[in-house]
């Protein structure tokens, strides 16, 4: 099988691979904490590093982890950068940090995480792992930030607490709601699917 280029390796998250809207991973955090576009961007950040340095330590273990063990040992990597993220929010953005609540320290067991260190980066060469956990944690960002931005606008009438709407507008309560998030995710995946299919 040809190895994909570098561009390839980071575009590949972006889009065709797209972590939430064509694999539909990781929907925990991307519907719980996407009431407001802030949130999206700070859970998607927090991805971007997690992933990124996870996949540089496994990517330069493999060799040296046992099979029988591996999954263990993945996860307590992920969980000491998640560690690391959790108390820089506690300690510098404590408002962030309360609206991301208990979802922030549940990205240890987020599969595109697990699932990008399991699967790509224990296989594959640091550069290459690098450039696909950028890429996937860069996708992820994107599409947590839209839906955020949607479920903002639609409900509060704000984008990153930004007034966009009128005055007058009457936001739609529904959309800070659970059920809001199904809606706009489910429009958004069906989007991403009908421009797949006319490329």
């Known amino acids: 099988m040809k190895s994909k280029s570098p561009i390839k390796e980071f575009i590949k998250g972006l889009w065709k691979e797209h972590p939430v809207l064509r694999q539909l991973l990781g929907m925990c955090p991307a519907l719980a904490v996407t009431t407001s576009s802030m949130n999206g961007l700070s859970m998607g950040l927090s991805v971007v590093f997690v992933l990124f340095f996870s996949s540089l330590v496994v990517s330069l273990i493999k060799k040296l ?6 999954i ?3 996860t307590v990597i992920i969980a000491a950068f ?23 320290p549940l ?9 990008r260190c399991e699967s790509f980066a224990s296989k594959n060469t640091i550069g ?3 450039l696909d956990a950028f890429g996937m944690g860069v996708g992820f960002t994107w599409g947590l930030v839209l839906l955020g931005s949607i ?4 409900g509060a009438g704000t984008i990153l607490g930004i007034q966009i709407m009128p005055k007058q507008y009457n ?3 529904i959309m800070i709601l659970p059920a809001g998030a199904f809606i706009v995710l489910g429009f958004l995946v ?3 699917n009908k421009i797949e299919e006319r490329r």
């Open 128 to 130: 290459k792992s690098l």
């Open 171 to 173: 936001p739609l309560i």
């Open 82 to 104: 998640v560690t690391i993220v959790d108390l820089f929010f506690k300690a510098n953005f404590p408002d962030i940090s309360r609206s991301l609540g208990p979802y922030l």
């Open 190 to 192: 069906a989007a991403m």
């Open 151 to 154: 479920r903002e606008l639609l």
């Open 65 to 70: 982890v046992p099979a029988a063990v591996r």
């Open 107 to 115: 990205i240890i067991v987020n599969c595109i995480i697990l699932g």
């Open 72 to 74: 263990a040992v993945y």
